[in-house]
């Protein structure tokens, strides 16, 4: 008994002690990023440039990741905002980020100059982000989102029937002194148009009487695209036809004429 509790002692005080490893050493390839320092700003705010650590160094696309970047900062306010990116090689390529905010301003005043009838509400709702935090009073100025959503706003109004319409460039004016910018847009939106004759060609009389009722429209009302595309589209359904939508602009008497041509059955 006493030779089997000895041999126990035994193992036990022969337990191998623990060995510490050396740690795995890091990745120093030089095609690659391995680390994002910046300055002027704090990592959060370069977000799309600090996940780049690790990645392999592409100058053409940090130079695109860095573009948008710098539209986060326009977002938020900053439209002077500049991101300058220089590389040192340490272990791997250390990207050094420099970041000038420049001042901050927010939208005080928004409107256009005009005397047309187009409502206003539709303007600014063309304008302004869903969220009302970009190009809307209280929000950032950012400019080509402006431009962008004016050319939408420019079509808008062709379709209402204002085909001659012009949306000029936005000017903004910057009042450092309390950080405000006021916004004006010019419109020259011309005569608006009506809607002139209304003519259905193809199929027998009958047919092309129920594609006229079908559409709904009415000669002298206002031309509205989406409502004349919607009446074709009614047509279609109900006649279950092909109809072909032709439109022209008799420019002397300030109408647009609206024409079905009537096909087949679908």
């Known amino acids: 008994m006493q030779r089997l509790v000895w041999a126990a002692v035994l193992v036990i005080g022969c337990r191998p002690s623990e ?32 996940v780049l650590e690790g990645a392999f160094d592409d100058s053409d696309r940090t130079d695109r990741i860095a573009e948008v970047a710098t539209e986060l900062f326009h977002v938020r306010g900053y439209p002077r905002a500049r991101i300058d990116i220089s590389r040192r090689v340490a272990c791997g390529v250390e990207l050094q980020v420099a970041v000038d905010r420049g001042p901050r301003f ?39 989102r402006m431009e962008r959503a004016l050319a939408a706003l420019a079509r808008r109004y062709h379709e209402s029937g204002w085909i001659d319409a012009q949306v000029g460039k936005p000017h903004a004016s910057y009042d450092e002194s309390d950080g405000s910018v006021a916004v004006v847009v010019p419109i020259e939106a011309g ?6 004759e209304i003519h259905a060609h193809g199929a027998g009389r009958a047919t092309r009487a129920q594609v006229i009722a079908a559409m709904g429209l009415r000669g002298g009302d206002w031309f509205d695209a989406a409502r004349v595309r919607s009446g074709i589209d009614r047509a279609r359904k109900r006649l279950d036809r092909r109809i072909e939508l032709r439109i022209e602009v008799a420019a002397d008497r300030r109408t647009i004429d609206v024409e079905a041509r009537v096909g087949g059955a679908r």
């Open 19 to 50: 060995v510490a490893y050396p740690a795995l050493a890091r990745d120093c390839s030089p095609t690659r990023i391995g680390k994002v320092t910046v300055q002027g700003a704090t990592l959060a705010d370069i977000a799309p440039l600090a």
């Open 191 to 196: 005569p608006r148009y009506r809607i002139g």
């Open 106 to 144: 927010k939208i005080t005043q928004l409107g256009f100059q005009t005397d047309d009838t187009f409502p206003e509400a539709e303007r600014v709702a063309a304008i302004e982000d869903s969220l009302g935090t970009v190009n809307a009073i209280g929000g950032a100025y950012v400019q080509d």
